[in-house]
Structure formats: structure tokens, C-alpha cells
Nanobody, 121 residues
Framework: QVQLVESGGGLVQPGGSLRLSCAAS????????MGWYRRALGKQRVMVAT???????SYTDSVKGRFSISRDNANNTVYLQMNNLDPEDTAVYYC???????????????WGKGTLVTVSS
């Protein structure tokens, strides 16, 4: 069984920064893609940023130039550095892992339970 545990959410003023972390645990051999999604109140969950095992990244347009995703493959951890935060970034942020290879074999993808980021003055 694979678990994803997020940390680093909280309340921050507009223009501030936060760093989210997500650690995957279990009998993991490798993870192809890790990433972050978010769900704002009353809206659907959407992709924020993803990163492949080899380091290829993808961002939604609204966070380009402000957010940076990175990962530590040895520790199955993914990070999201969020700078110049805006109230529109307020949401529950979910960690995502896909192409997960475990022993014994399990599901293809997993989600964390989410961490709340609130941007407000």
C-alpha cells in the first residue's frame, strides 16, 4: 500500500511564499510522474505542476514563473515552491503519483489527502 503525505500548507499573505512537500511511502520501486493538483472552493480539481522521473516538468499557465516543482527520486518526495502567491491560489493542494511500481504490484496512481493553502491579507 502506497501513501502520499503532504505538508507545508497554511495561511500566507498575498505576495508571500510557501513550500509544499509530499513524501510517498510503501514498497516503492519507482514512480514515473509526481505532481500537484489543486481544488478551489466550488471548482474542479486541476493540474498545477507535474514532474517526471527524469526531471521533465509541466505547469498550468497561471503559475508559470511563480511556482517551481522538484523531486527527490531517492526518497520518493516531490516539492512545490510557490512564490508571489495570489488569493486566486487559495485551494486544497493534492499530491499525485502515477506510474507507481511496487512490490507486490499495486495501483497505477495514488493521491494524497490534501493540504490547504490560504492566501489572504
Amino acid at each position: 500500500q502506497v501513501q502520499l503525505v503532504e505538508s507545508g500548507g497554511g495561511l500566507v499573505q498575498p505576495g508571500g511564499s510557501l513550500r509544499l512537500s509530499c513524501a510517498a511511502s510503501g514498497s516503492i520501486f519507482s514512480i514515473h510522474v509526481m505532481g500537484w493538483y489543486r481544488r478551489a472552493l466550488g471548482k474542479q480539481r486541476v493540474m498545477v505542476a507535474t514532474i517526471t522521473h527524469s526531471g521533465g516538468t509541466s505547469y498550468t499557465d497561471s503559475v508559470k514563473g511563480r511556482f517551481s516543482i522538484s523531486r527527490d527520486n531517492a526518497n520518493n518526495t516531490v516539492y512545490l515552491q510557490m512564490n508571489n502567491l495570489d488569493p486566486e491560489d487559495t485551494a486544497v493542494y493534492y499530491c499525485y503519483a502515477a506510474g507507481v511500481v511496487t512490490t507486490p504490484p499495486g495501483d497505477y496512481a495514488y493521491w494524497g489527502k490534501g493540504t490547504l493553502v490560504t492566501v489572504s491579507s
